[in-house]
């Protein structure tokens, strides 16, 4: 298997672009991360933990043979991941902005947020009539959920973690992207559990996908977050990144980001990811382009081009476990 997707990656690299959602510009970074299919040398998912010595390796104080490595962070659960994705993807199934089935994804999501803790809040928005990739829709309101931790203040610094809940009209949106918001209630899961380096907040978006051509008919939960921050709650955003298409199996997982910034997230992103291979790439097609336009330091996690992309093929079938979680874990180690 390691073979095969060795062989996979030019063509992949070909094919992606990061982002195959409508407007994807093209690629035009090379990566700049560890060589793709690749993970690192006894670390055969590339989700080891870094700097863990192996054991009876001479000059570490790693545990003793026949006792495993001692993991430096707690672990996202795949199996809950997954779970999250079926329930969106089979349970709820397509659902448009609009939709009444959009509506119930938010509701369990708020759900799942409060369970763990959270303080959520819903916030409504207008998005327009239009085309939802070949499916004539008509105007309504679509909403964002906002979870944050006891105590949140958003003029202090915090990180954002975000994904979009909605499809278009006629996907299931397992990939996308139910596999984004698996990840991020995972996130917030483990941040609950054991803390964070500064408090996180975390967005389901609606409203993502596309209903007509160009940058204004696109990311409308993004944009209607963004221009309710005030400045200081803008400079205040440490960093912001969108999960979106995340469990499409790949030698690697795409950091990307609009190509306007500093690249700091991107950067700190490749960086957390330790022996997970990374891409890095231009992209503009997720909610992070709203925070990068505003001048809040953004990217996103995934995009690796799959055939049910948009479409009816969008099913659990698509979302891999092994790449739900290096993406887990890269944000994990980001936000830890
Ligand atoms: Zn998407």
């Known amino acids: 298997m390691r073979a095969l997707l060795a062989t996979a990656v030019p063509l992949l690299l070909l094919l992606s672009g990061c982002g195959g959602d409508a407007d994807a510009p093209k690629a035009d970074r090379m990566p700049t991360s560890p060589t793709p299919g690749q993970p690192s040398a006894g670390d055969p998912d590339g989700v080891a933990p870094r700097d863990t010595p192996r054991p009876g390796e001479p000059g570490t104080t790693g545990p003793s043979p026949g006792q495993p490595p001692k993991p430096e962070l707690p672990a996202a659960d795949v199996d809950a991941m997954r779970a999250a994705v079926r329930h969106l993807a089979v349970r709820v199934g397509p659902r448009h902005a609009t939709s009444p089935a959009f509506r119930e994804a938010a509701s369990w999501f708020g759900a799942e947020m409060r369970r763990l803790g959270y303080t959520v809040t819903e916030e409504t928005f207008r998005v327009p009539a239009g085309d939802s990739w070949g499916v004539p829709v008509t105007a309504g309101r679509s909403l964002n959920v906002i979870a944050d931790p006891p105590g949140f203040d958003p003029s202090q610094p915090h990180l954002v973690v975000g994904a979009h809940l909605d499809t278009v009209a006629v996907s299931p ?82 950091v ?50 799959y055939a049910g992309y948009h479409a009816e093929g969008d099913r659990p079938e698509v979302v891999d476990d092994l790449q739900l979680r290096r993406v887990a874990t890269v944000a994990w180690r980001w936000i830890r």
Not at 202 to 212: K, Q, Y
Not at 216 to 237: C, I, K, T, Y
Not at 259 to 277: C, F, H, K, S
């Open 173 to 254: 949106g397992a990939e996308d992207n139910a596999s984004g918001v698996a990840v991020v209630r995972e996130l917030a899961r483990l941040a609950a559990d054991h803390g964070t380096r500064l408090p996180v907040r975390f967005v389901a978006f609606g409203a993502e996908e596309p209903r007509g051509p160009g940058d204004d008919l696109h990311h409308f939960g993004s944009q209607h977050r963004v221009g309710r921050m005030a400045p200081a709650e803008r400079a205040a955003v440490r960093g912001m990144i969108s999960l979106d298409r995340v469990g499409v199996r790949a030698p690697y997982v795409p």
């Open 256 to 305: 990307c980001d609009g190509g306007t910034g500093d690249g700091r997230v991107v950067r700190a992103l490749v960086d957390a990811a330790g022996g997970i291979p990374t891409n890095t790439c231009e992209d503009r097609a997720s909610d992070h382009w709203s925070y990068e336009k505003a001048d809040v330091p953004a990217a996103r996690l995934g995009s690796i081009p």
